[in-house]
């Protein structure tokens, strides 16, 4: 199991109050991301636990480009990795985004 963890600084705060959301499943090329509110309002984390080793320039530039796009500010992200396409790593990362600026439970 490779690890990597990549922080970032982020323009604003994330939207929304819910305290935490999990958006996909482990699973044979897909990934879960737990996303939690723990941090300033400025600084964004991704912790990744993947089965494909080597690929650590491919998830930095996926996450910066994400951070850049969406600015989860406080956002701390934890993604189990089950092989992923770099284009589901972005899309289950913006999921987990939106899910958690949404205020409903």
């Known amino acids: 199991m490779e690890r990597l963890s ?3 600084k982020a323009e604003r705060r994330a939207g929304g109050r819910r305290p935490m959301a999990i958006v996909g499943v482990v699973a044979s090329g897909n990934l879960e991301v737990l996303v939690e509110r723990v941090l300033p309002s400025t600084e964004c984390v991704v912790e990744i636990a993947t089965t ?31 092989g992923a396409r770099p284009d589901t790593v972005a899309l289950r990362l913006a999921q987990g985004a939106r899910t958690i600026e949404i205020d409903t439970l």
């Open 6 to 8: 990549f922080l970032h």
């Open 52 to 82: 494909a080793h080597g690929f650590g320039e491919v998830w930095r530039a996926v996450v910066a480009d994400f951070v850049e796009r969406r600015s989860p500010g406080g956002l701390k992200f934890s993604i189990n990795d089950g």
